[in-house]
């Protein structure tokens, strides 16, 4: 198979995007799938709108989602500049489109904006769907000069060729076909010698010898015109595929109405990479087997964009969630308290100072709550069991009476000689306890309910065994006995 080289080339116009993030990823996917090369490519060309900042925070996002470039503006390649302003520093849009004039496919227009916006004026009140209709196309030597002396900066457009079809077959999509009237002749670089968009993604596409484009479905149309931009540079298109829309609940575009929609948002509130970068796959794309729970290692050896969706995606939050609890469930205490440490710290569970000397008890709490998490955040909520019971009516009403007097009793008594309790300990006292109680006609459920209440003051929350560990024997020991009384 030819080498394959994709690339994802986001504007830093704003923080990484859903919609950016999974094309991001499936051109990831792509690549690693198929032992191929994945650019990253930083198409900055908008000056007014792309900052350094959104640039910085767009790869520091990538990388914390895993997915690594194997050429890009800061690690360079064979192919760069990898940043577009870069490439214009260097000359690399001006000698192309100078090609373009020399061969007739493209011509310079003196128009102003105003002369453009009557254009669009006169189309629109005649019916007509506006579009540069090629006023400076056959302009003579002497009309060139005379504009050029009057001060004004040509723009360069390209000559769409009339009655064209503009045909390709769409990876994801199947084939489809483009009438070239709908175009109208576009500007490819502006009088200010800055390339647009269409015509630095075709120069870039060609230097870095991209074989597949894999992007969003609102650019369509611009594969329309890059095509035949390719064709006039007498360069070999690449292969084109168009993703879904990402839309919401309400079948509308997704968007900040929706909720999150930035990556860095959902970093900070808690969410793995492993659960974005899962869910992202699982927007318009599904395993053959049906599994829905992933690792980048598992869908690199499952994907295959034969299984990518064309019918739009819808963006379910709570699915997001449910995946995040997952990833949360996969992950290795040892791992787990690292990540939740800064929001216990931040909640005032615990000082930074005391981390090391509490150490070991915390880690049993985030083992006992992990199964309780959702995203990271729920830690401060789970955590809040450990802290002081407050005996309220309600919870003195639930311990009243001789049963749960009992059965506190005998947790009591059981724990009164213990020093330490692993979790295989505690199940076992647990088993013991519990079958002497039942013996004495306690049933199961009111021992469970009397413990949890007893030690957290909650009627739900991490199991009988996990609180016991987590406590120590000493601390639940107390708690029991402030419990009876
Ligand atoms: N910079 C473009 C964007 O962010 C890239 C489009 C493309 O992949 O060609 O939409």
Redesign the pocket.
Known sequence: MENIRVRF???PTGHLHIG?AR?ALFNWLYARSLNGVYVLRV?DTDRDRSTETFEETILEDLAWLGLNWDEGPDIGGAAGPYRQTEGMAAGVYTEPAGRLIASGHAYECFCTPDELESGRQAALAAGRMPMYEGGCRGLGVEEKQRFLKAGRKPAIRFAVAKKEQIVFDDLIRGRLEFSSEVLGDFIILRANGAPT?NFA?VVDDARMKITH?L??ED?IT?TARQLLIFEALGEAPPVFGHFSMILGPDKAKLSKRHGATAVGDYRREGYLSEAIINYLALLSWSSKSGDEVFELAGLTKEFSISRVSKSPAIFDAAKLKWLNGQHIRRLDPATLINLVLPYLVDAGFVEPQEIPAQFGSLMRVVEAVQTNLEVLSDIVRCVKIFGAVRFDQEIVAGLAGDEPKKIMAAFAAALADREALDKDEAKALITTVSEALKAEGVKGKEIFQTMRLALTGETSGPELFYLLYAFGPREAGIRLKDAIR
């Open positions: 080339a986001p504007s950016s094309t198409e968009y993604v484009v992007r969003g650019h611009n």
